[in-house]
């Protein structure tokens, strides 16, 4: 088999067998046109809060320790929260930079089964609805 051939039968094999399933297709179909649409927002007064929000695991939290120190140099009056699982909270509950710490069951991160389908999308709806009440002038993942 010469080169060309061989690299047009790996290309078709790999489209064959890397192609996603219908489910993530209409899946990606669905956030791609959700991300489109228009969104209305409140004009608010600056809040004085910065929310760090970080799913990963234990490991990864303590590597950001020190740009939160960082932060908190820099801008000492402002409010530092951050979100994060519940498997990480303790790290930044008795951490001085930080004002506040938030919890989150991350799908993505827990290992705990979905109820549903659609079960991941209500918990990011109510959780961004809950953040969106207590405001934040920026946030950084």
């Not at 790999?14 to 179909?29: G, S, W």
């Amino acid at each position: 088999m010469d080169r060309e051939a061989l690299v047009l039968r790996n290309r078709a094999m790999a489209e064959a067998f890397h192609k996603l399933p219908l489910k993530h297709q209409a899946r990606r179909a669905a956030l791609m046109t959700l991300a489109h649409l228009p969104m209305w927002r409140r004009r608010t007064a600056p809040t004085g809060r910065i929310l760090l929000i970080r799913p990963d695991h234990l490991g990864d939290v303590l590597l950001t320790t020190p740009a939160i120190h960082m932060l908190r140099q820099k801008l000492p009056d402002i409010q530092i929260h951050a979100l994060v699982g519940p498997w990480s909270a303790e790290v930044l509950a008795h951490d001085p930079a930080i004002d506040a710490v938030l919890t989150l069951e991350f799908p993505g991160f827990s290992r705990n089964p979905k109820q549903n389908i659609r079960s991941p999308y209500e918990l990011a709806f109510h959780s961004a609805r809950q953040l969106r009440r207590i405001g934040y002038d920026t946030a950084f993942i």
